[in-house]
Structure formats: structure tokens, C-alpha cells
């Protein structure tokens, strides 16, 4: 019952992150330093705050039950 449950938050896990959206322009910018506001203060709204809240509550689904089916 636990492996169907951890396959079930594991698909839904991979399709939350693949919605999000980046933070980053490219990987170029990151790694150059290319972006000033990169790192700027921006608040999530709406469907972006859902959608990272929904994320940290899968990831957090996750662990606990790989813990459990570990012990």
C-alpha cells in the first residue's frame, strides 16, 4: 500500500517541479554572474505560491514515508 502511495506522490512530485517556473534566465547567467536582479526580492502570488507550497508538501510526503518504509 506504501510503495503505490510513494509512486503516486513520486509522479506528482516530478510534474509539481516541471510546472514551476525559474528563477534563473539561464544556466549561463548563473554560473557568469550575467543577472543582477537574480537574486532580487520577488513575493510568489496566486498559483505560484500554491504551487511551491504544494512542492514543500509533497517533497515533506515524500521523506516521511520513505522513512517509514525504510524502518
Request: proline fraction near 0%; include cysteine; aromatic fraction near 8%.
Amino acid at each position: 500500500m506504501l510503495q503505490i502511495l510513494l509512486i503516486i506522490i513520486s509522479i506528482l512530485l516530478i510534474s509539481i517541479v516541471l510546472l514551476q517556473a525559474g528563477k534563473a534566465e539561464s544556466a549561463s547567467n548563473v554560473i557568469t554572474g550575467g543577472s543582477d536582479a537574480l537574486f532580487a526580492n520577488r513575493k510568489e502570488r496566486g498559483g505560484e505560491l500554491f504551487i511551491t507550497r504544494l512542492t514543500m508538501v509533497l517533497g515533506l510526503l515524500f521523506f516521511v514515508i520513505c522513512l517509514v518504509i525504510g524502518f
